[in-house]
């Protein structure tokens, strides 16, 4: 089992950055396909970005290719997610999780078992 903890969320202004972690406890983060998810208020949570255990394979929403930034670091058990040329409809609680799965689902939240509490992003207009 694992526990996933996000951190870096706040607020900042259209066109800015921000960069969000995700710690993982124990010894086996290395394991796990980990991904971020996001929800706004009123709609579903939706996929934002994947990354594979060893970190070679990436994927992402087509919301936030080519603005965010998906890696980890297993060596400190974290994940990141660097958000550039933020956008007012960026603004969500983003999530990160973890799968032991083969990869089948990887865009849904039903193929990830771990999930952490959540960071609040706010992109002001």
């Known amino acids: 089992q694992v526990q996933l903890v996000e951190s870096g969320g706040g607020l900042v202004q259209a066109g800015g950055s921000l960069r969000l972690s995700c710690a993982a406890s124990g010894r086996t983060f290395s394991t796990y396909r980990m991904g971020w998810f996001r929800q706004a208020p009123g709609k579903e949570r939706e996929f934002v970005a994947a990354i594979s255990r060893g970190g070679s394979v990436t994927d992402y929403a087509y919301s936030v290719k080519g603005r965010f930034t998906i890696s980890r670091d297993n060596t400190k058990n974290t994940m990141y997610l660097q958000m550039n040329s933020l956008k007012p409809e960026d603004t969500a609680v983003y999530y990160c999780?973890?799968?032991?799965?083969?990869?089948?689902?990887?865009?849904?939240?039903?193929?990830?078992?771990?999930w952490g509490q959540g960071t609040q992003v706010t992109v002001s207009s």
């Open positions: 999780a973890a799968s032991t799965g083969a990869g089948d689902y990887y865009s849904e939240s039903r193929g990830y078992s771990y």
